[in-house]
DNA sequence: TCTGGGGTCCTAGGACCC
DNA sequence: TCTGGGGTCCTAGGACCC
């Protein structure tokens, strides 16, 4: 049989167009063509996604919402419900499943595609990205961008210049000459600090970085960037599209309303974040060796400690054990902190933890399999740890809806 | 009413081992 | 009583991505 070589161009990136804002209005259709602004809602709230309606008073996302109601007043805002995002998004990958197994998910609302195995079924590449657009907002009512090109880089730069809704297809043969103008901000990972560098530098368009030593780039940006940025200035990006990575790390974290100075308040609320990710640790059947506690202070400078444990961890209690030693090892006096977090890391596969902790004490890893599982029965609000319902912490967001949640049983 | 939350990767110094 | 060099792990901080 013959066998067809791969189009020059195999690479897809779908991005979909202000994702949260879209899925917003596609359930509350009076809403549409009008300003849309998703995201916290409290006092120290920002964006997470605004409609194209809204872009166009200056909003952005990241942006502080309360710059964002000032610039665009008219604006309905509307809280995150990343429960109905999830559910679009799975739609969204099925779809592209039925085009290629070969998916790649970046986030919620986008993904790398490699089709160079799908052109005699299905056409060349920049067809099924139109096929897939046409398909995104028949079936699901929701507006994407797609980028046609040779690698992972140069696709998701299409679909960012291909905003909002459309398609851009880039030729092998056009990528130095479309590169050489852009500016050095638009190569992954270089983002506004090395920006700055590099403007300080002279360095201000992909061509003016082609044309500086690597050595050069190197004293600039350090050996890794320095590398892979060369690399990218010239359109070369040799990463494949990779269906499955395992996580390598679970967070959580969470910015009060007003800043917290005791001590007491933060372990409760330690306590909650352990849940959460212990609950997620065990779901993914992980458990963590690293702990790390994470804290922003008023002045908005942020410490983190960790702590490699020699048995891997997936129960709330030890996790919140851990967090809480290195807390209160910090001998923290006076302090006023806006954000508290919780992290872990080297992840490995749960049995190996079950093995190493078989002589050990188990009785916290049954209250959690019995916690988990009765969550998974009857709901999360089901099972809450006692200390946590008294709980007056000033919160935003998740864990204010989940106290409502409790109040309300 | 300045600056969210969930991630990945890199750097640099020190401990430790051979 | 003068002290190399390489490798790996851990820790802390920071840039960057969506």
């Keep these: 049989?013959?066998?067809?070589?791969?189009?020059?161009?195999?690479?897809?990136?779908?991005?979909?167009?202000?994702?949260?804002?879209?899925?917003?209005?596609?359930?509350?259709?009076?809403?549409?063509?009008?300003?849309?602004?998703?995201?916290?809602?409290?006092?120290?709230?920002?964006?997470?996604?605004?409609?194209?309606?809204?872009?166009?008073?200056?909003?952005?996302?990241?942006?502080?919402?309360?710059?964002?109601?000032?610039?665009?007043?008219?604006?309905?805002?509307?809280?995150p419900d990343f429960d109905a995002y999830r559910v679009a998004s799975a739609s969204l990958l099925d779809l592209f499943r039925d085009v290629t197994p070969l998916v790649e998910p970046l986030s919620?609302?986008?993904?790398?595609?490699?089709?160079?195995?799908?052109?005699?079924?299905?056409?060349?590449?920049?067809?099924?990205?139109?096929?897939?657009?046409?398909?995104?907002r028949d079936e699901l009512g929701l507006p994407a961008s797609v980028g046609v090109a040779p690698n992972k880089f140069l696709a998701k730069l299409c679909s960012g210049?291909?905003?909002?809704?459309?398609?851009?297809?880039?030729?092998?043969?056009?990528?130095?000459?479309?590169?050489?103008?852009?500016?050095?901000?638009?190569?992954?990972?270089v983002g506004a600090q090395s920006a700055a560098r590099l403007e300080r530098f002279g360095i201000r368009t992909i061509a003016d970085l082609r044309g500086?030593?690597?050595?050069?780039?190197?004293?600039?940006?350090?050996?890794?960037?320095a590398q892979q940025v060369s690399a990218l200035a010239r359109g070369q990006d040799a990463r494949t599209v990779v269906p499955y990575e395992p996580a390598k790390g679970m967070s959580a974290e969470e910015t009060f309303d007003r800043d917290v100075d005791d001590l007491e308040l933060l372990r409760r609320e330690l306590l909650r974040l352990a849940d959460k990710v212990g609950?997620?640790?065990?779901?993914?059947?992980?458990?963590?060796?690293?702990?790390?506690?994470?804290?922003?202070?008023?002045?908005?400078?942020?410490?983190?400690?960790?702590?490699?444990?020699?048995?891997?961890?997936?129960?709330?209690?030890?996790?919140?054990?851990?967090?809480?030693?290195?807390?209160?090892?910090?001998?923290?006096?006076?302090?006023?902190?806006?954000?508290?977090?919780?992290?872990?890391?080297?992840?490995?596969?749960?049995?190996?933890?079950?093995?190493?902790?078989?002589?050990?004490d188990d009785r916290w890893a049954r209250l959690d399999r019995a916690a988990d599982a009765a969550r998974g029965r009857f709901g999360d609000a089901a099972v809450t740890r006692g200390v946590l319902l008294d709980d007056e912490a000033p919160t935003t967001g998740d864990a204010a809806a989940a106290a409502e949640d409790w109040r309300q049983q």
């Design 1 to 79: 049989m013959e066998r067809r070589a791969r189009p020059p161009e195999p690479i897809l990136h779908v991005d979909m167009d202000a994702f949260y804002a879209a899925v917003e209005v596609r359930r509350r259709p009076e809403l549409a063509g009008r300003p849309v602004l998703v995201g916290g809602t409290g006092g120290r709230g920002v964006v997470a996604s605004a409609s194209y309606e809204a872009r166009a008073f200056g909003v952005r996302s990241a942006m502080p919402m309360a710059e964002a109601r000032r610039r665009c007043p008219e604006a309905v805002v509307l809280p």
């Design 108 to 136: 919620l609302d986008e993904a790398f595609l490699d089709v160079g195995g799908a052109e005699r079924l299905l056409g060349a590449p920049p067809r099924i990205g139109a096929r897939i657009r046409t398909r995104v």
């Design 161 to 189: 210049h291909a905003k909002p809704d459309g398609l851009l297809h880039l030729r092998a043969t056009d990528v130095d000459a479309y590169l050489a103008p852009l500016p050095v901000g638009d190569l992954w990972g």
């Design 212 to 225: 500086t030593p690597h050595a050069t780039l190197v004293r600039i940006l350090g050996a890794a960037a």
């Design 279 to 360: 609950r997620r640790l065990r779901r993914g059947t992980v458990a963590a060796r690293t702990v790390t506690l994470k804290l922003r202070f008023a002045n908005f400078s942020t410490i983190t400690r960790s702590r490699t444990l020699t048995v891997p961890a997936d129960e709330t209690t030890v996790l919140h054990r851990e967090v809480v030693g290195l807390l209160d090892a910090l001998r923290l006096e006076r302090v006023r902190v806006r954000l508290v977090g919780l992290g872990t890391s080297n992840l490995v596969p749960s049995g190996a933890a079950r093995q190493l902790d078989l002589l050990g």
